[in-house]
């Protein structure tokens, strides 16, 4: 069965400190890989997005890394701010199919001052 | 290029009345796709359209709900005679031709009395 599953669910952090998300998928033939950020009250936004080949990307103070042999992938914050406050959301896609999309629950962020 | 759009941003309903929630895709994209999310879950798929066709509406359930999209017009997301376990917020999403990222608008948040 393909699934997504996040850890930990929330996670409460003092402002400039880092944290790690994680994403274990069991989707398979995978596709790519993005994590979004949701924050309350608003949809999803993209934040990366990780092919097969891909072990890390960055964007600005997110960076996600990917070990597609294990089926994991990490999001790692850097120097939190108040403002990464949120839903962060993995979701996977399968190859194939008209609708493929595989999406965990979240994991809920809150940064404190 | 103006974002996806969703109206009403928020829905109030009483049990056993509908409820049209209307979704307009990025400019020159055909591909519409609605979500449901329960407080504190993820985000569920229920709909995938493209013009005037129904893709993929395995997420959706098989009575009170029915959703199209017009070849001219946003996508409406029908839900007949409401329950108090249809609230929830609803999300669109739309995607181009190529149908990898998909875009999503603010939600809708429909609240039954």
């Known amino acids: 069965k393909n699934q997504v599953e996040q850890s930990p669910q929330s996670l409460i952090i003092l402002e400039g400190k880092n944290c790690t998300l994680q994403?274990?998928?069991?989707?398979?033939?995978?596709?790519?890989l993005r994590w979004y950020k949701q924050d309350t009250g608003r949809g999803p936004v993209s934040l990366t997005i990780?092919?097969?080949?891909?072990n890390t990307k960055s964007n600005g103070r997110y960076t996600a890394t990917l070990d597609a042999d294990t089926k994991q992938s990490s999001l790692h914050i850097t120097a939190s701010q108040l403002s990464d406050s949120a839903s962060y959301i993995c979701v996977v896609r399968f190859q194939t199919g008209a609708n493929n999309l595989f999406f965990g629950t979240g994991t809920r962020l809150t940064v404190i001052p | 290029n103006a974002g996806v759009m969703q109206n009403p941003r928020h829905l109030v309903r009483r049990r056993g009345q509908e409820a049209r929630l209307r979704c307009s895709p990025m400019k020159g994209h055909s591909h519409v796709y609605w979500y449901r999310q329960l407080p504190e879950e993820g985000l569920k798929f229920m709909v995938y359209?493209?013009?005037?066709?129904?893709?993929?509406e395995s997420g959706m359930p098989k009575e009170r709900f029915s959703a199209e999209f017009p070849k001219e017009g946003p996508s409406i997301l029908r839900i007949q005679q409401v329950v108090r376990g249809d609230s929830a917020a609803y999300f669109c999403a739309s995607s181009g031709q190529g149908g990898d990222e998909q875009f999503f608008g603010p939600g809708t948040r429909l609240t039954v009395l």
């Open positions: 990780m092919t097969f080949s891909e």
């Open positions: 359209l493209q013009k005037e066709n129904i893709i993929d």
């Open positions: 994403c274990n998928y069991t989707v398979s033939p995978f596709s790519n």
